[in-house]
Structures are given as C-alpha cells and as structure tokens.
C-alpha cells in the first residue's frame, strides 16, 4: 500500500468491553512499532516486531494489553477490559527493518473509554 | 536505565526568530532520529544522524550530533508557520536492537 494504515479511526467503548486496533504495515516491511499518545504527551512505546516475532514487548502496560502480527503484514493489537486510562491515539509505525531505517507512521486509531 | 531528555518542553517564537530544541542522554547513543508532528497529525520522519560530530541541514532546519554522541539539536532558522508542531528526538533503545526511544519532544508555537 502506500502508507501504513490503522484502523478504526475513532473507537468509542465502554469501560470493561474488549477493543482490537489494526494496522497493516507499508508493503516489505519487516519492523513494527506500536505506540500510545495521550492527548498532548510524548510517544509511549508499546511493543516491537521484526518478522511476527516480538523481540521487545517491555512497554505493554498490563496484561490486558496483547499484540500478533501475522507474518511481515498485519498486527492487532488488543486491550481487555478497557479503563479510562486507555483512553489515547495509538500509533502503529513499520519501517524497512530495525535499527537505521525511518519509521512511517499510521494516522492512529482514537480510543476513547466512556 | 536508558534516559533522553528534550528541552524546552514549549517554545512560543514570533514569526522569523529562530528556534533550538535540545536532546540529552545520559548514554553514548549509536544514532539518533529527529520527527516532526504537525497539530492533529502522525510523526513524520525528518532526519538521522550517525556520526560523531555530524550536521545536516534541510533548508531551514540545521541537526547536529553531538562530539561525544550524548547530545543532540534542531535549529530552525527565520521560523514560519509551517513550523508549528511538536518535534521528537528519537535515539536508538538500548538493548532493542531496531527499535526507537522518543524524547517527550519540544512544542513549537509560531505567532504570525
């Protein structure tokens, strides 16, 4: 595709519902981050993928929070029972591979936890 | 563990006054990348630098790495509107290979 795609857009869910955010990657990308952005903070990294393995989950925050991706294509990352804390953009971003390669990010996906 | 501090966390500037951001570590980064996120938008990716010492410009905008490769800065020269936007150092994760940690990034308000 040309650029990285998330979706939804915008999510809107009660608190203690289950929510799936998806991204497909830039085609022949082997790299995928997810990030979390609260409303006029910084990027808090989440997990990183290289091929469908995760070599670095360190910045999930609890146990709720879970990511796959399927092969060097498509990742979901899923939030279990939703707080209002979740409430964020999240960002999916892949690159070419790790490390010197730019990132490109997706538009984001808005969660909103009523 | 790994630290990166981006100073100032705001900057407001009249239109055509220059403009610093400043990125530290408390570690020897092996490379660094710089972003930019527009009100509204995604990151987008503005440069990396690698080596020690390094300066690459864009126009406007001057990137330097520092001698010793624990500092970074972005210099805009003559700020426009255009650059309104939160700009993010994002050095390489220590013991992540391929994977980024971003700074908490500097807002940038340009008054007209």
């Known amino acids: 595709g040309a650029g990285v795609s998330q979706s939804p857009s915008n999510k809107v869910t009660e608190k203690g519902k289950d929510v799936e955010l998806r991204c497909d990657p830039i085609s022949g990308h082997t790299a995928l981050y997810w990030y979390r952005q609260r409303l006029g903070q910084g990027l808090e990294f989440l997990i990183y993928?290289?091929?469908?393995?995760?070599?670095?989950k360190s910045g999930l925050p609890s146990d709720r929070f879970s990511a796959e991706r399927t092969g060097e294509s498509v990742s979901t990352l899923t939030i279990q029972r939703t707080q209002q804390e979740d409430s964020a953009v999240y960002l999916c971003?892949?690159?070419?591979?790790?490390?010197?390669?730019?990132?490109?990010f997706g538009p984001g996906t808005r969660l909103t936890v009523t | 563990g790994q630290q990166v501090m981006q100073i100032p966390q705001y900057q407001h500037v009249q239109e055509g006054e220059d403009f610093t951001t400043y990125c530290n570590s408390s570690?020897?980064?092996?490379?660094i990348q710089w972003y930019k996120q527009r009100p509204g938008g995604h990151p987008v990716f503005l440069i990396q630098l690698v080596k020690s010492g390094e300066v690459k410009k864009q126009k406007r905008l001057t990137f330097q790495f520092g001698e010793a490769k624990k500092n970074s800065s972005l210099h805009i020269t003559a700020t426009q509107t255009t650059d309104v936007g939160t700009y993010f150092c994002?050095?390489?994760?220590?013991?992540?290979?391929?994977?980024?940690?971003f700074g908490k990034g500097t807002k940038l308000s340009v008054k007209p």
């Open positions: 971003a892949s690159s070419f591979t790790g490390g010197l390669y730019e990132q490109y």
């Open positions: 993928f290289q091929g469908n393995s995760a070599p670095d």
């Open positions: 570690t020897t980064l092996s490379n």
């Open positions: 994002a050095p390489s994760r220590e013991g992540s290979q391929g994977n980024l940690i």
